[in-house]
């Protein structure tokens, strides 16, 4: 399961909860049957969704199943909001989740290992990926002719840095 979100607070008197999303622009919640919340320390459990509406900017409104007051909807203030893969469009080519490339080992174009990928930073321009090795961090824009190749199943990257690239 992927996260999607967090219940920000209720919405409205009947019951109905305003998610703010990780990703702002995210639509993944529209068509949703239903969705996985996720108190902390809890396992996730799956809840039906009767309705779906644009919130504020970064939000979504959701009516669930079973919450009909504020009251109760109160109750599920800052959990997590989770979606199956299966529920998401499939990735385009050249598309990747970011939980995968942060399972990867970045590589140089001569086999040398720069380190694992440490984090995806979202930038206004392109997604940068931070390299955490014996040598530092190396930063790499995720794009070309800076990465070379995704190997997501080998979990292996080759990256030439802008330090290095021509």
């Known amino acids: ?27 993944s919640l529209f068509g949703a049957r239903y969705v996985h919340l996720a ?13 779906t509406s644009p919130g504020r900017k970064g939000q979504i409104l959701l009516q669930l199943e079973g919450l009909t007051t504020p009251e109760a909807a109160e ?8 979606l199956e893969e299966a529920q998401l469009p499939k990735l385009q080519k050249g598309e990747y989740w970011e939980r995968d490339l942060l399972r990867c080992i970045a590589v140089d174009e001569a086999g040398n290992e720069l380190g694992p990928v440490a984090e995806v930073v979202d930038t206004a321009d392109v997604p940068v990926l931070v390299v955490r090795g014996g040598a ?24 030439a840095p802008p330090e290095s690239a021509e």
């Open 1 to 27: 399961m992927l996260r999607i979100g967090r219940i920000a607070r209720p919405h409205g008197i009947r019951g109905m909860v305003a998610v703010t999303l990780d990703d702002p622009d995210s639509e």
């Open 39 to 51: 108190a902390k320390g809890q396992a996730p459990r799956r809840v039906g969704v009767l309705r």
């Open 75 to 82: 109750g599920l203030r800052d959990e997590e909001v989770l």
């Open 136 to 159: 530092g961090e190396v930063y790499v824009p995720f794009t070309d002719p800076y990465v070379l190749s995704v190997d997501v199943a080998g979990g292996r990257l080759v990256v």
